[in-house]
């Protein structure tokens, strides 16, 4: 079994920063693509349909949804199975419940995506 837990979320004014991290863990052989999506306040999605914020592969090869590019950036640490979120200059807009991602090769060869339960961010004065 894999568990994949967020950290870092949090109430922060417009125009400031904050860091997600992401940690995953279990029967882990390869992590493949890391990402995060994220879900605003009223909004009712399915898993596959929440919006994609960026994404990083284990070669470090990054994409980044045009509402954020710019201003965050996606990291990972490969030894520790664990992705970031550097969030700055941040909007109203950016509210929403942060998940993220970890598509997973086991040792058996199993290739499952696993999600997070979610992080909180909160952007208001």
């Known amino acids: 079994q894999v568990q994949v837990v967020e950290s870092g979320g949090g109430l922060v004014q417009p125009g400031g920063s904050l860091r997600l991290s992401c940690a995953a863990s279990?029967?882990?052989?390869?992590?493949?693509?890391m990402a995060w999506y994220r879900q605003a306040p009223g909004e009712e999605r399915e898993l596959g349909e929440r919006?994609?914020?960026?994404?990083?592969?284990?070669?470090?090869?990054?994409n980044y949804s045009d509402s954020v590019k710019g201003r965050f950036t996606i990291s990972r640490d490969n030894g520790k199975n664990t992705v970031y979120l550097q969030m700055s200059s941040l909007k109203r807009e950016d509210t929403a419940v942060y998940y993220c991602?970890?598509?997973?090769?086991?040792?058996?060869?199993?290739?499952?995506?696993?999600w997070g339960q979610g992080t909180q961010v909160t952007v208001s004065s």
């Open positions: 919006e994609l914020v960026a994404s990083i592969t284990s070669s470090g090869d990054t």
């Open positions: 991602s970890a598509d997973v090769v086991d040792y058996g060869s199993f290739e499952d995506v696993n």
């Open positions: 279990g029967s882990i052989f390869r992590i493949n693509i």
